[in-house]
């Protein structure tokens, strides 16, 4: 018998892909600075020129990482 954390792993990984599973869906402009590794003001930058998907929830914008990643599964990249 699973236990109620395996039973939750293994519920999210039949419900999404590995290589599209994010941690969570929507990150604060620190969190996903720290998370890519970019400073916080580029970051903001970003969101100001509307490169980046947000949500605004009550007087906070929030990162809406299920979004990007979509939209990125969407381009093809030449190296």
């Given amino acids: 018998m699973l236990n109620k954390s395996q039973e939750i792993e293994a519920v999210s990984q039949v419900a999404m892909p590995a290589q599209f599973s994010a ?6 402009l620190e ?3 720290e998370a890519v590794g970019l400073p916080p003001g ?6 100001n020129r509307g490169i980046l998907p947000t949500v605004t ?5 929030l990162i809406n990482v299920v979004a990007l ?3 990125l599964g969407r381009k093809e990249f030449a190296l």
């Avoid at 941690?23 to 604060?28: A, Q, R, S, Y």
């Avoid at 929830?57 to 914008?61: F, H, Q, S, V």
């Fill in 57 to 61: 929830l009550g007087r906070r914008r």
């Fill in 23 to 28: 941690p969570v869906g929507l990150m604060t």
């Fill in 69 to 71: 990643q979509r939209e």
């Fill in 42 to 47: 580029v970051v903001l930058g970003h969101l």
């Fill in 31 to 33: 969190k996903f600075a």
